[in-house]
C-alpha cells in the first residue's frame, strides 16, 4: 500500500535565522551595548546611508556617499530588460547580512562583535530569482503598495520586539541567558521583516510573505 507523505509547503525564497547562545553572555558588553556598538554603527551609517557633500573656502566642491539599498535600478531592470544584474543582487544581500548582524547584536542576541563580512551567527539568504520566468515585470510598481498589510503587522511586532529585547537585558544582567521564548519571538519579528524587505524592496520574489513568525 502506498504511503504518502504529508504536504511540505515550499520553503519562501528569503530565510532567516540567528544561533542562539548556548552559553553565558557578557553581562558588561549587554549593560553597555548601546554604547560598545558605536563604532560599529558609524560603518554601517558609512555604507548604508546616502550621499553628503562639502565645499571648501574657495569655492571647490568635494562629494563622497554610500548607495545603501539598491531598489530603483532592480526596479528599472526587471521592468524594462527582465534582468537582474548579479552584482546588483549580491550587493543588496551582503547588505542586508551586515545590517542584520548589526541588528541582532543591538538586541543583545550575541556577544560576539558585528563583522563587516564574515556571516557569523547570523544566516540570511536570497534566492537569486530567474527573472524572465519567475519574476513579473510590472509588479514591482504596486509591491510596496501590496505590502502595507505587512507594515501595519510589523509595526505593532516591532514594537514588542522592543519590550522583549528591554526584558532580555534585565534577563541577561541577573543569570547570563536570553530567555529561549523572547530570542525566538526577536529572531522571528526579524524573519518577518527580512521577507517584507526581499518582496517589497530588494525585490528578489513575487512570492508574496507570509503572516508568520517561524521559519
Known sequence: MQEYQPYEPPAYPVTFSVDYPEGQLDRVTTFFRLIVAIPILIVLGAVAGGTWQWSYDEGEAAAAGAGGLLFFGPLLLILFRQKY?????DWNLELQRFVNRVACYLALMSD???????HQYVHLDYRYPDVPT?????LPLVKWFLAIPHYIVL?????????????AWFAVLFTGRYPRG????????????????????TLVTDKYPPFRLDP
Open 112 to 118: 560576539r562583535y558585528p563583522s563587516t563580512d564574515e
Open 155 to 167: 509595526f505593532f511586532l516591532h514594537i514588542g520586539a522592543i519590550f522583549a529585547v528591554i526584558f
Open 134 to 138: 519567475e519574476l513579473n515585470r510590472w
Open 85 to 89: 544584474p548579479r552584482w546588483w543582487f
Open 182 to 201: 523572547l530570542f525566538d519571538y526577536v529572531e522571528g519579528v526579524i524573519r518577518w521583516q527580512n521577507r517584507v524587505a526581499g518582496y517589497a524592496v
